[in-house]
């Protein structure tokens, strides 16, 4: 019997797809919710955990019961840590052989440049990502167990910790984290799990090992330098649109307004939490948030988005040309030729994407262009931040963005690798320059 062969990308899209619907029927079992929920509905919130997305159709606190919420976040802990990982650790719990094709399915999963070494990082990624989860649900429990109760307070604590570590967005309040805009105990812990999230498993992995500056890897200090400017930019900015807005941070106190303005800067890149009513926000503030969106976190994090290290090197090349330079180098490393051809897929893939579903939506649902393209960019970069029309999408507008959701998730390049036919040229053809720009 002839073997059937899928490529990695194609298993990668098909394990999501498996997951997300057994997610599906858990959520529509009378003992996950307080009240029925449509089957696509449910099909949109486990998409939404199992993505890490955070956009929510009904308010995950009071329509899903305890059970329904532990449903919500298991599908959150696999879908941030990979599905493809979780497998990997139970061959290598049972000592099992693992071959070139399992590696090579967990360096798509990954978002690896190299296949070696991805066992190991299957078992850092475990080990780290349990123990900060629950140091950081220690830190949120000694907040939250005085105010709700022991049983109560821990399973928020854990529940918004796995949340936060695996930049989901998901919370057990109707209004987000809103009611905590100025507690500097929830705002550092949350932040601290986004960042250590988002950032990505390899750079931590680097610094823990190495610890100096000279001898971490491109992608290191790419990734440490960019985070802590793209974040103080988003944080200032912010700050400067919403300032003066009474329906978001207008009218709060000064410390409320520089916590809320860092909260946001941080989360709204990749995590989708929010300690302000987004719907309020001004046009110029929405369009500056889904610039942010789209970038996305790290690569090889539980982050969506075009990564932040593609933004890096788009805009290095853009310098690069513009000084007439013949090379691109980042920190005295001349970045390769197949590498800036994979930044440019990845952008140009992502904004059809993006452009595809906003053109969609735009047909499809009677909502206003600008929430319906800050709810797309959300959905593509995972981020679950919405201008407040999610639930009021049509059946249609749904499925688009959980089609989009899982695009971002497992990464727009997986898919058109999953439906090209790849073709080593044997010839090369005569240049020609062609007239551009």
Request: charged share 10%.
């Amino acid at each position: 019997m002839k073997s059937i062969k899928i490529s990695p990308s194609s298993l990668l899209v098909a394990v999501y797809g498996t997951c997300i619907l057994f997610g599906t029927v858990l959520l529509k079992l009378p003992i996950a919710t307080n009240s029925p929920i449509s089957w696509i509905d449910a099909l949109f919130t486990s998409a939404s955990a199992m993505t890490v997305t955070g956009l929510g159709v009904v308010d995950t606190g009071s329509h899903f019961t305890r059970a329904g919420q532990i449903v919500i976040m298991g599908l959150i802990q696999v879908g941030g840590l990979g599905i493809m990982s979780f497998g990997m650790l139970l061959f290598i719990m049972l000592g099992k052989k693992i071959g070139l094709k399992k590696r090579l399915v967990m360096q798509q999963a990954l978002n690896q440049v190299h296949v070696g070494g991805v066992i190991r990082l299957v078992k850092y990624l475990f080990i780290f990502s349990l123990t900060i989860e629950a140091i950081f649900a220690a830190v949120l429990a000694a907040k939250w167990v005085p105010e709700m109760g022991w049983r109560q307070g821990m399973f928020y604590s854990f529940f918004h910790a796995v949340s936060a570590f695996n930049n989901a967005g998901f919370t057990l309040w109707p209004d987000g984290l809103s009611r905590y805009v100025g507690s500097p105990a929830v705002n550092i812990a949350i932040t601290s799990l986004i960042i250590l999230g988002g950032i990505g498993f390899t750079v931590i992995i680097d610094v823990w090992q190495k610890r100096k500056w000279r001898l971490f890897s491109l992608h290191t200090k790419v990734m440490l330098s960019a985070t802590v400017i793209v974040n103080v930019i988003a944080f200032q900015l912010f700050y400067l649109f919403e300032s003066l807005n009474a329906k978001t941070i207008g009218a709060m106190p000064i410390s409320d307004q520089l916590w809320a303005s860092y909260f946001q800067a941080i989360s709204v890149r990749t995590a989708g939490f929010n300690s302000i009513d987004i719907s309020g926000i001004d046009s110029s503030t929405a369009f500056f948030l889904m610039i942010l969106m789209f970038i996305g976190a790290g690569s090889g994090s539980t982050a969506g988005g075009i990564k932040l290290t593609t933004f890096v090197i788009l805009i290095i090349s853009m310098l690069t040309y513009v000084q007439g330079k013949k090379a691109v180098h980042l920190f005295e490393r001349t970045i390769r030729t197949d590498h800036l051809l994979r930044v440019l897929s990845i952008t140009t893939v992502s904004s059809l994407v993006v452009v595809t579903g906003v053109l969609v939506l735009n047909i499809t649902e009677e909502l206003p262009f600008l929430p319906l393209m800050f709810e797309v960019v959300s959905a593509f970069g995972t981020v679950g931040l919405s201008m407040g029309i999610t639930s009021s999408l049509s059946v249609i507008g749904k499925l688009v963005i959980v089609a989009i959701m899982i695009t971002g998730k497992v990464g727009p390049l997986s898919f058109v690798y999953m439906l090209a036919r790849k073709q080593d040229s044997k010839y090369q053809y005569p240049a020609e320059d062609i007239l551009t720009g």
